[in-house]
C-alpha cells in the first residue's frame, strides 16, 4: 500500500479510529494486524520473510540479553548474519552472480551461476537495518531486550515507517507502543498538517518533476545542454519532494496516535558543504552508518589517512545499500571523494578565503557555499538516477553543450518545455512549486510546520492549509506513482 494511493485514504482513518476506541491493552495488537495489511498490499507472500527474521531477532536479543563473554557475541553474529543474509540474497544476488558470470566469461571459464528472477520485498534495505539496531543496541547494552513479542514485533512493523524509514533506534520507539496516547486535537491537528505538507511534496513537486526527468533520464541520447541541466535540478528537487514527502506523512500519520518518529531531514539544499548535506539528508540512515560503522572502524580519532579511508568505507557501502547496481557503488564513492577532497583541502581554501578577504562577506560566502553544495550533489545524482553507466557518461559530456541554443532565439522558453515534452505552464509551475516549497523552508527554520503553524493566528493556518489543499487538487499529479525509495 502507498501513501498516495485511494486506498490509503480509507486504510489511515479506519485504523486510527478505531486505534482510539479500542481499550489501551488491545491496541499494540490492532497496530501490528493492520501493519500486517499495508505490508501485505504489495506481495502477501513475503510477510513471511518478514516474520522470519522477527522471529530470530526477537530470541537472539533475548540470547545476547542473558548471555556474557564470547557466546553473547556469537548470538549477536547470528542474528547480523541472518539479517544481511536475507538482504544478501534478495537484493543482490543477482549483482553478484552477473558480475562473476562476466568474470568467469572473460577468464575464459567453463562456469556460471544460475540467474533466478527474484523480486526484492519492498523496504528490505530499511527494516533490516531496523532490525541490526535492536540488536546491536541490546548487545551494548543500551537496550534491554523486548520479551513482549507483538511489541518486537510491531517496533519492526509499524507501517507508518516499514518501507522507507525513518530507521528508528529501539531506545525511542519501543517504549512508545506501552505508553497510553490520548486523542489531543492540538497534536492530530499538527500531524495532519505535516502530513498535508508530505502530499504536497510527492504529489505537486515530485510527481510533477517526474514526467519531465523520467523523458530525460529513460532517453538521454535525444538530449544535450539544457534539457539535461534542467532534469538534473528537477530530479534533486523529485528525489527530495519524493523522499522527504514520504517522510513527513510517515511521522505525520504516526504523530496523529500519538508516536514520535525521528526527523528524517532538516532543510538538506540549504547546507554549505556536502559532508553537512549529509547530516541534513536521510539522517537516520547517515547516523545509522556513523554509529554502527564509521565510529567502530574509529571514525575521526585516527590519522587523518585512516578516517578518510573509513569515510570511503562508509559511503561505498552506502551507495551499494542503495542499489544492486556499479552506478549506485560509484555514486556513493563519488560522495565520499567529496568529503575527503574538502578534509584534505581545508587549511588550503582557508588561506585563499583570507587572502581574497572573502571571510569579511559571510552571507556572500554562505550564499556560494550553497549553490557549490547543491551543483556538486545535483552532479551525483546523475549516477543516481541514471539507467546505466553509459548514460550518466553521456549526460556528463552533454551537459554544457550548446547552451546558447535555446536563447538565440525567441520564444526560447516555450520551445524549451516542448522539447521537454510539457507545457510552458506545466514547466513554470513546478519551478514556482520548489521556490515556494524553499521558501516556506527558509522561514521555518527550526521545528516542523505544524509547531510554525500553531504560533499563528487562525485565519493564518486555514488559509495556508486550504491553499495547500487547492494547490493539491488542482495541479497535483494523481496516478499512483510509488515512492522512489520503496525500491530500497
Given at each position: 500500500?502507498?501513501?498516495?494511493?485511494?486506498?490509503?485514504?480509507?486504510?489511515?482513518?479506519?485504523?486510527?479510529?478505531?486505534?482510539?476506541?479500542?481499550?489501551?491493552?488491545?491496541?499494540?495488537?490492532?497496530?501490528?494486524?493492520?501493519?500486517?495489511?499495508?505490508?501485505?498490499?504489495?506481495?502477501?507472500?513475503?510477510?513471511?520473510?518478514?516474520?522470519?527474521?522477527?522471529?530470530?531477532?526477537?530470541?537472539?536479543?533475548?540470547?545476547?540479553?542473558?548471555?556474557?563473554?564470547?557466546?553473547?557475541?556469537?548470538?549477536?553474529?547470528?542474528?547480523?548474519?541472518?539479517?544481511?543474509?536475507?538482504?544478501?540474497?534478495?537484493?543482490?544476488?543477482?549483482?553478484?552472480?552477473?558480475?562473476?558470470?562476466?568474470?568467469?566469461?572473460?577468464?575464459?571459464?567453463?562456469?556460471?551461476?544460475?540467474?533466478?528472477?527474484?523480486?526484492?520485498?519492498?523496504?528490505?534495505?530499511?527494516?533490516?537495518?531496523?532490525?541490526?539496531?535492536?540488536?546491536?543496541?541490546?548487545?551494548?547494552?543500551?537496550?534491554?531486550?523486548?520479551?513482549?513479542?507483538?511489541?518486537?514485533?510491531?517496533?519492526?512493523?509499524?507501517?507508518?515507517?516499514?518501507?522507507?524509514?525513518?530507521?528508528?533506534?529501539?531506545?525511542?520507539?519501543?517504549?512508545?507502543?506501552?505508553?497510553?496516547?490520548?486523542?489531543?486535537?492540538?497534536?492530530?491537528?499538527?500531524?495532519?498538517?505535516?502530513?498535508?505538507?508530505?502530499?504536497?511534496?510527492?504529489?505537486?513537486?515530485?510527481?510533477?518533476?517526474?514526467?519531465?526527468?523520467?523523458?530525460?533520464?529513460?532517453?538521454?541520447?535525444?538530449?544535450?545542454?539544457?534539457?539535461?541541466?534542467?532534469?538534473?535540478?528537477?530530479?534533486?528537487?523529485?528525489?527530495?519532494?519524493?523522499?522527504?514527502?514520504?517522510?513527513?506523512?510517515?511521522?505525520?500519520?504516526?504523530?496523529?496516535?500519538?508516536?514520535?518518529?525521528?526527523?528524517?531531514?532538516?532543510?538538506?539544499?540549504?547546507?554549505?558543504?556536502?559532508?553537512?548535506?549529509?547530516?541534513?539528508?536521510?539522517?537516520?540512515?547517515?547516523?545509522?552508518?556513523?554509529?554502527?560503522?564509521?565510529?567502530?572502524?574509529?571514525?575521526?580519532?585516527?590519522?587523518?589517512?585512516?578516517?578518510?579511508?573509513?569515510?570511503?568505507?562508509?559511503?561505498?557501502?552506502?551507495?551499494?545499500?542503495?542499489?544492486?547496481?556499479?552506478?549506485?557503488?560509484?555514486?556513493?564513492?563519488?560522495?565520499?571523494?567529496?568529503?575527503?577532497?574538502?578534509?584534505?583541502?581545508?587549511?588550503?581554501?582557508?588561506?585563499?578565503?583570507?587572502?581574497?578577504?572573502?571571510?569579511?562577506?559571510?552571507?556572500?560566502?554562505?550564499?556560494?557555499?550553497?549553490?557549490?553544495?547543491?551543483?556538486?550533489?545535483?552532479?551525483?545524482?546523475?549516477?543516481?538516477?541514471?539507467?546505466?553507466?553509459?548514460?550518466?557518461?553521456?549526460?556528463?559530456?552533454?551537459?554544457?553543450?550548446?547552451?546558447?541554443?535555446?536563447?538565440?532565439?525567441?520564444?526560447?522558453?516555450?520551445?524549451?518545455?516542448?522539447?521537454?515534452?510539457?507545457?510552458?505552464?506545466?514547466?513554470?509551475?513546478?519551478?514556482?512549486?520548489?521556490?515556494?516549497?524553499?521558501?516556506?523552508?527558509?522561514?521555518?527554520?527550526?521545528?516542523?510546520?505544524?509547531?510554525?503553524?500553531?504560533?499563528?493566528?487562525?485565519?493564518?493556518?486555514?488559509?495556508?492549509?486550504?491553499?495547500?489543499?487547492l494547490w493539491i487538487i488542482f495541479f497535483g499529479y494523481f496516478g499512483e506513482r510509488p515512492f522512489i525509495y520503496f525500491q530500497f
Amino acid at each position: 500500500m502507498i501513501f498516495n494511493s485511494f486506498i490509503f485514504f480509507i486504510f489511515f482513518p479506519v485504523v486510527t479510529a478505531v486505534y482510539f476506541m479500542m481499550p489501551h491493552r488491545f491496541r499494540w495488537l490492532w497496530l501490528l494486524l493492520s501493519s500486517c495489511v499495508f505490508y501485505m498490499a504489495f506481495i502477501p507472500v513475503y510477510i513471511l520473510i518478514l516474520f522470519t527474521t522477527i522471529i530470530v531477532d526477537y530470541i537472539a536479543g533475548i540470547l545476547i540479553d542473558r548471555s556474557s563473554g564470547a557466546r553473547r557475541k556469537a548470538y549477536l553474529i547470528i542474528s547480523i548474519i541472518s539479517n544481511i543474509g536475507f538482504l544478501a540474497f534478495f537484493k543482490y544476488y543477482g549483482f553478484a552472480s552477473g558480475n562473476l558470470n562476466v568474470l568467469m566469461q572473460a577468464l575464459h571459464w567453463n562456469y556460471s551461476m544460475p540467474i533466478l528472477k527474484i523480486i526484492l520485498p519492498i523496504g528490505l534495505s530499511f527494516h533490516t537495518f531496523q532490525a541490526l539496531s535492536y540488536t546491536i543496541e541490546v548487545y551494548r547494552g543500551n537496550q534491554k531486550a523486548e520479551r513482549h513479542f507483538g511489541i518486537y514485533a510491531l517496533y519492526v512493523m509499524f507501517y507508518p515507517q516499514l518501507v522507507a524509514g525513518p530507521i528508528e533506534r529501539p531506545q525511542n520507539l519501543l517504549h512508545q507502543f506501552r505508553e497510553k496516547h490520548e486523542f489531543s486535537w492540538p497534536r492530530v491537528s499538527s500531524g495532519l498538517s505535516l502530513m498535508l505538507w508530505g502530499f504536497f511534496k510527492k504529489i505537486v513537486i515530485a510527481d510533477n518533476s517526474a514526467t519531465i526527468v523520467n523523458r530525460v533520464f529513460d532517453y538521454p541520447t535525444q538530449f544535450y545542454g539544457w534539457p539535461l541541466i534542467i532534469a538534473v535540478i528537477l530530479f534533486a528537487f523529485q528525489i527530495y519532494g519524493d523522499f522527504s514527502g514520504y517522510t513527513d506523512i510517515a511521522i505525520g500519520s504516526a504523530k496523529v496516535m500519538g508516536f514520535k518518529l525521528m526527523n528524517n531531514f532538516d532543510r538538506p539544499y540549504f547546507s554549505k558543504s556536502v559532508g553537512e548535506f549529509w547530516r541534513r539528508w536521510n539522517i537516520s540512515l547517515s547516523s545509522w552508518f556513523r554509529d554502527y560503522v564509521y565510529i567502530p572502524l574509529g571514525g575521526k580519532l585516527v590519522a587523518k589517512w585512516r578516517r578518510s579511508l573509513n569515510i570511503m568505507i562508509v559511503f561505498l557501502l552506502s551507495g551499494l545499500w542503495h542499489g544492486a547496481a556499479w552506478n549506485y557503488v560509484i555514486w556513493g564513492g563519488l560522495l565520499g571523494c567529496y568529503i575527503v577532497i574538502s578534509i584534505w583541502t581545508k587549511a588550503l581554501r582557508e588561506k585563499i578565503i583570507n587572502f581574497i578577504r572573502f571571510d569579511q562577506s559571510l552571507r556572500l560566502r554562505a550564499f556560494l557555499q550553497m549553490i557549490i553544495t547543491f551543483f556538486l550533489i545535483s552532479i551525483s545524482w546523475i549516477l543516481f538516477r541514471a539507467k546505466s553507466i553509459a548514460d550518466a557518461v553521456y549526460i556528463f559530456r552533454h551537459f554544457f553543450v550548446g547552451l546558447g541554443d535555446y536563447f538565440l532565439r525567441a520564444g526560447s522558453f516555450i520551445r524549451l518545455s516542448g522539447v521537454l515534452g510539457v507545457s510552458t505552464f506545466s514547466l513554470a509551475h513546478i519551478f514556482i512549486a520548489i521556490i515556494f516549497m524553499e521558501y516556506v523552508h527558509f522561514r521555518i527554520k527550526n521545528g516542523t510546520l505544524g509547531e510554525a503553524l500553531a504560533a499563528r493566528a487562525p485565519w493564518v493556518r486555514w488559509t495556508f492549509y486550504n491553499a495547500l489543499m487547492l494547490w493539491i487538487i488542482f495541479f497535483g499529479y494523481f496516478g499512483e506513482r510509488p515512492f522512489i525509495y520503496f525500491q530500497f
